[in-house]
């Protein structure tokens, strides 16, 4: 499907009733307790549909209960799968790591400061890593650093902490 939005991976079970804990990729995990249906596999070509029973947040990862995986076994043949949802199902406003990544970085000031390159969550923020080709930056996503993102023009203005 085309429209399908990666929002984490599979990464063990949870208990022994066939819940999983699911690696997020969302900066908000809190989004996902509206959700009714997410598709799961090994890329956004081979999906089966799931319906969701229960979703739980725990820093940096959530949990998930779906109808149909009913045991530590069913639980285990998904581990290393991904989750998907349409990508129409999730809030505006919200950036996604597909959006971030590729973006160039630049300071309040205008000076370049690469393209990001790759997002390490953190637990309580993601860190952008950006890189010129000769050194990598790591910008904290924090409100007060991340001025603006402008995704549409492919650049996110930050305000650098003293010292960078």
Do not use: Q
């Not at 995990?29 to 947040?57: A, M, P, Q, Y």
């Not at 309040?108 to 930056?137: A, Q």
């Amino acid at each position: 499907m085309d429209n399908l939005l990666e929002i984490g991976k599979i990464v063990k079970t949870s208990g022994l009733k066939g819940r999983l804990r699911v690696l997020s990729y969302c900066e908000s995990v809190e989004t996902l307790g509206t959700l009714e249906n997410v598709f799961i596999g090994k890329d956004s070509e081979h999906v089966s549909l799931f319906s969701v029973r229960t979703t739980g947040i725990k820093r940096g990862s959530f949990s998930i209960d779906l109808e149909g995986v009913e045991s530590v076994k069913a639980a285990g043949e998904l581990i290393g799968l991904y989750i998907f949802v349409p990508s129409e199902n999730l809030p505006d406003g919200e950036y996604y790591w597909k959006d971030i990544i590729g973006l160039d970085v630049v300071s309040e000031n205008g000076m370049k400061l690469g393209r990001v390159t790759t997002i390490l969550p953190t637990g309580s923020s993601d860190v952008y890593i950006c890189s010129d080709g000769e050194r990598e930056s790591f910008i904290p996503a924090f409100d007060d650093v991340v001025k603006k993102i402008d995704i549409k023009n492919g650049v996110i203005v930050v305000k650098l902490p003293e010292g960078l």
